[in-house]
């Protein structure tokens, strides 16, 4: 039913407009909402939020963007004293997506009052502003509330653009099945001069064609008619639409403008991806007598301008380090400092956690702190450092760049005595068991452990399942099968993905079955047969079969460049969340390994993580001890993955070195298993004193050798034995140097 | 004696204020307000530029490896830097070519820009100033650099190349030994009109017109014999501080280095004292040796700077 038969019934019935009542629900005290991601969230841009603070952060307002999926609901619960008609305002945010209303279904009392109500839109404006529910011309709407308690619900729709989404991913399915038949003939940059003859060879082209701009101009009229005026949500599609015109037109234009037809389909794959997001940001919701409308306090321009001053001024004064309360006072029982190095988000939740689970449990105090890991060292020096850090990256690295190469931080921390050897405590060999013991590798040396391990990662392969199907390729078990696969792929003018990095040579050297270093680590073996003929496979790839060394290869493997790719696991969530296009065309699986005499494939890879540390001039080692062996047991950490999870979405699960915490965090199962087959045979990268001048010289060696000898001006190529070989005696120099400066016994001369 | 002075007319009252005059404290004393007024910038001076100067070449004698005390070496730094050390002849030689090209190319560029636009009036002259100085106050403007060289087939400068097929594959501009010094002496100059630019407008502006006037009238030709005659000597200080600041910036270039090429470059292409210096310091731990590097370029810095002078000292003879 509409508001008209509703309103007029209503009028029939003797219904009254109520006189004088204001009532304020304030939308961060939701009654209910549908999932976890739904809190209080702190809104610090105006003065008219209430409540508000220039100092503090308060929890004033609710949404923003985590309630953006359809589905999603809050609900809030008021008493109304008088029975009538009443107008409904909602003082809201929504500056987060331009050119489309974002629509909400608002029901009371588990109903919707009348039509208009099941999708209301929000339209785009960049700061806080009061909307009140109304039509088209402006005028309010009356709902009629009895006296005594209702609820109010508000949930994500999509509405009418429910529709038009999926008319355009079938679009989008259409267009890149196009791209790749073209591909198929012409390769990903063709030659301008020449004629493909694209109508001969693929005849059924145009139709195909037509078929998506019809497809297309139904989601493009259908839009206009939901978004009401000529929106820049459209102007995607139109692009779109007019190249599709031109290539209807003459088909063989794709040879001319195939890269920016790539890039509108890649536009058309992020639109949906934006246009699912319906952000809204909500502070208070109105509900008062028609006549009683009143203005929001302190939203004049006077108040916002005294407002930014006192927070300009309070800049200077409040730690923004420092994460929630901050115990000095020692006699309340032992305080730690903690240091986090990833980020605000992360520190907030394991804020949380402590308070909720250590300190009540333990009565130890956690003082947390949010700091740039690289100011570690310098801190230590001067004695201003924390009592334990976590998620620290390597040396040089901030935390998420730690990927693709080993973590040398707790090594070469503990050798200079800056952090404590853990193997000094009594329940370490329990809590060892925790991980896998390639995790422990990289933060042990002589015996003692420097740190444990805070995450895990290794290199997987991915696979495009559409494109191995229409060229029929298998996906690679060995290295041998990849060799096939590069050139099946190279016919239909495709890639294997696979950069030069740490990961990559690392997973060929133990396939192989080689090692970084001798037993105690005073020499390195990257001069041994085994490495040798690693680092000679390891160039092949870059020098005969001209893999590209510096590139995107997630982007490739979006578009359909590189269907096989080998990247860290990660990846995986990143492809979950930013890649709605491909959503489903793709796995990922072990990576190729190599053929042993017993017929097994040995798929062995490095591994690679963030540390948790213990700093060496610690008042309080056995407290710091105890809360490290909170932090990383299965409980805490799989509590914390969700919690993250469910902060930021998919792309933000935490790869957990937990082996438990891992296996209880919401990993699809066909996948999980995947995952734990790699996990088995996976290593690590062993790190010594002066090891930093391994991968170092390695990959100088590499660029030696795989870059064209005319532009190193050598008058004769570089082979790669020659290279490594030359190289590996600086690290083994270097190696000596590091040792006899620590007092340890250095290797032999031969 | 106090007879002669007597006798040659000046008395012994005289004598003693004089010598008391003469102290440094006396002096001190009576110019307290100037001293007063240096004062702020002469502490912050001292603390922050002199002290660690000497901190560091205290440093440089002891073996640091900024986790636990300094203990003592002696000359042991120096003797590995000078006799063992490849990669510091490497850098050595990187940044002197950057100095030895950069830094006059670049000196002669600001100049003569300065001198063109100079001749602009107003608020032209503004813009153009505006423009060429632009990239040297934009903190970490040559970051755009990085887009332009990426080695994906796809990037900026790859991605023409390939179209206009002068390369066959992408290169991987920073990855490739005999590019990486071109690209970088590129960036810097296109840093480097930075303040020496400004300071040669200025001293530009304030030669006296009535030079000029008196040039042409003693026989002065041409532009060029006015610019060496007229314009460079009067300029002489701005030529000096041009100078100066050139000759520290070119030694001292190590940012884009790394940015760039990255830290250690590959194959040690990119390597200039500076980031040779970092490597030691930040990566290896071993601050004492990097504390000897900044010794000897310290050194370097101060003779190269000698010498300019003295060659600027004879602009217009």
């Given at each position: 039913m509409d508001y008209a038969t509703v309103k007029a019934a209503g009028d029939a019935a003797g219904y009254q407009n109520s006189v004088g009542q204001y009532i304020r629900i304030e939308g961060e005290n939701a009654d209910k909402t549908s999932s976890q991601m739904l809190y209080p969230r702190q809104d610090?841009?105006?003065?008219?939020?209430?409540?508000?603070?220039p100092k503090v952060l308060l929890n004033n307002t609710i949404g923003g963007t985590s309630w953006q999926e359809a589905g999603q609901w809050v609900e809030w619960s008021f008493e109304v004293p008088e029975s009538g008609y009443y107008n409904i305002a909602a003082y809201c945010k929504?500056?987060?997506?331009?050119?489309?209303d974002v629509c909400r279904r608002i029901s009371i009392d588990g109903e919707v009052p009348f039509a208009e109500m099941s999708d209301y839109g929000f339209g785009y404006e960049q700061s806080w502003r009061e909307d009140v529910l109304s039509d088209e011309e402006g005028n309010p709407y009356s709902f009629y509330l009895e006296a005594g308690t209702h609820t109010l619900r508000m949930e994500v729709v999509l509405g009418d653009m429910a529709d038009i989404i999926s008319t355009v991913q079938d679009t989008v399915q259409m267009l890149n099945s196009i791209y790749r038949q073209v591909i198929y003939i012409t390769g990903v940059a063709p030659d301008q001069y020449r004629d493909y003859q694209l109508e001969a060879s693929l005849p059924g082209l145009e139709a195909e064609l037509v078929e998506a701009r019809a497809s297309l101009n139904k989601a493009i009229e259908a839009l206009r008619v939901t978004a009401g005026r000529n929106s820049d949500k459209l102007t995607t599609l139109l692009t779109m639409q007019d190249q599709l015109d031109e290539l209807i037109e003459d088909q063989e234009r794709f040879v001319e403008v195939l890269s920016s037809y790539k890039v509108n389909v890649r536009a058309c794959g992020n639109w949906i991806t934006q246009v699912l997001s319906q952000p809204l940001q909500i502070d208070r919701i109105m509900v008062y007598s028609p006549e009683n409308h009143q203005e929001i306090p302190s939203s004049g321009f006077f108040s916002k301008l005294g407002y930014e001053i006192q927070r300009l001024f309070y800049s200077f004064i409040v730690d923004y380090n420092q994460i929630g309360n901050a115990i000095d006072d020692e006699e309340e029982g032992v305080v730690l400092t903690l240091w986090i190095g990833t980020g605000r988000d992360q520190a907030n939740v394991i804020k949380a956690l402590i308070d909720e689970n250590f300190t009540s449990e333990t009565g130890i105090n956690v003082n947390v702190q949010l700091v740039d890991m690289n100011t570690l060292l310098r801190a230590t020096l001067a004695d201003e450092g924390p009592d334990v850090a976590i998620q620290v990256a390597n040396t040089n690295g901030i935390a998420g760049a730690v990927l693709n190469t080993g973590n040398d931080t707790p090594v070469n921390y503990g050798i200079r005595n800056a952090v404590l050897d853990l193997t000094q405590f009594s329940d370490y060999e329990e809590v060892i068991?925790?991980?896998?013991e390639s995790a422990v590798v990289p933060f042990s040396f002589n015996g003692a452990t420097y740190a444990l391990p805070d995450t895990q990662t290794f290199p997987m392969m991915f696979y495009r399942k559409d494109i191995l199907a229409e060229i029929g390729l298998e996906v690679p078990t060995t290295w041998d099968e990849v060799k096939v696969a590069m050139t099946v792929l190279a016919k239909n003018q495709m890639e294997f993905g696979m950069l030069p990095n740490e990961q990559t040579f690392a997973m060929l050297l133990f396939q192989n079955g080689g090692e970084y270093y001798s037993e105690n680590g005073d020499r390195s073996l990257l001069d041994s047969d085994i490495a040798v003929a690693t680092f000679k496979q390891y160039c092949e790839y870059y020098t005969d079969y001209k893999l590209d060394k510096a590139t995107s290869v997630e982007e490739r493997f979006r578009t359909g460049e590189c269907p096989l790719i080998i990247s860290d696991y990660t990846t995986y969530n990143n492809l979950q969340v930013s890649a709605p296009d491909i959503a489903g065309l793709w796995d990922f699986t072990v990576v190729p390994g190599v053929l042993q005499e017993d017929g097994t494939i040995l798929h062995s890879t490095g591994s690679t993580g963030l540390a948790d540390i213990i700093m060496a001039n610690t008042e309080h080692p056995q407290e710091c001890w105890e809360f490290l062996k909170w932090w990383t047991d299965a409980e805490t950490q799989t509590l914390y993955g969700r919690e993250m999870e469910s902060l930021m979405g998919a792309s933000a699960r935490v790869a957990t070195a937990n082996l438990e915490a891992l296996a209880n965090l919401s990993w699809p199962i066909k996948d999980y298993r995947e995952l734990m087959q790699q996990f088995e045979q996976v290593e690590g990268i062993p790190q010594v004193p002066g090891g930093y001048y391994t991968w170092r010289n390695v990959n100088n060696a590499f660029y030696s050798v795989t870059t064209d000898s005319s532009s190193t001006g050598r008058t004769q190529v570089a082979t790669p034995r020659e290279e490594l070989m030359d190289k590996i005696i600086y690290v083994d120099a270097e190696i000596s140097y590091k040792r006899e400066e620590f007092g340890l016994p250095v290797a032999e001369e031969e | 004696m106090a007879n002669e002075a007597v006798s040659s007319g000046v008395s012994q009252e005289a004598l003693d204020i004089a010598k008391k005059q003469g102290t440094l404290r006396y002096q001190i004393a009576r110019n307290k307000a100037s001293y007063f007024m240096i004062a702020p910038y002469f502490i912050l001076f001292f603390f922050f530029t002199v002290l660690p100067v000497l901190m560091s070449i205290a440093l440089s004698f002891t073996y640091f490896n900024m986790l636990e005390m300094p203990t003592f070496v002696e000359w042991k730094n120096y003797i590995k830097l000078f006799l063992e050390d490849d990669i510091f002849l490497i850098s050595l030689k990187n940044t002197l070519i950057f100095a030895v090209v950069t830094g006059p190319v670049s000196y002669m560029l600001c100049l003569l820009f300065a001198w063109i636009i100079n001749e602009f009036k107003g608020k032209l002259r503004a813009f153009l100033t505006l423009i060429f100085y632009a990239p040297s106050i934009c903190g970490n403007a040559y970051l755009v650099w990085n887009l332009i060289l990426t080695g994906d087939r796809y990037g900026y400068l790859n991605g023409i190349l390939l179209k206009l097929d002068i390369i066959n594959e992408p290169i991987l501009w920073m990855q490739t030994e005999k590019y990486v010094m071109p690209v970088l002496i590129v960036v810097q100059l296109w840093l480097s009109l930075g303040t020496g630019f400004l300071s040669f407008i200025a001293g530009l502006q304030t030669v006296d017109k009535s030079m000029y006037e008196a040039a042409a009238l003693d026989g002065v030709k041409n532009r060029w014999q006015e610019l060496w005659y007229v314009t460079l000597p009067a300029m002489k200080p701005q030529l000096m501080f041009g100078a100066v600041m050139q000759i520290t910036q070119s030694f001292a270039v190590a940012d884009i280095s790394i940015n760039l090429a990255g830290n250690p470059s590959v194959n040690y292409a990119g390597a200039t004292v500076v980031t040779h210096l970092l490597d030691y310091g930040s990566t290896r731990f071993d601050m004492g040796y990097a504390s000897a590097i900044a010794t000897i370029l310290f050194l370097l810095m101060v003779g190269t700077n000698k010498l300019v002078q003295k060659i600027l000292g004879r602009v217009g003879e």
């Open positions: 610090q841009s105006s003065p008219a939020v209430y409540p508000s603070s929504q500056n987060f997506v331009r050119g489309i068991q925790r991980f896998s | -």
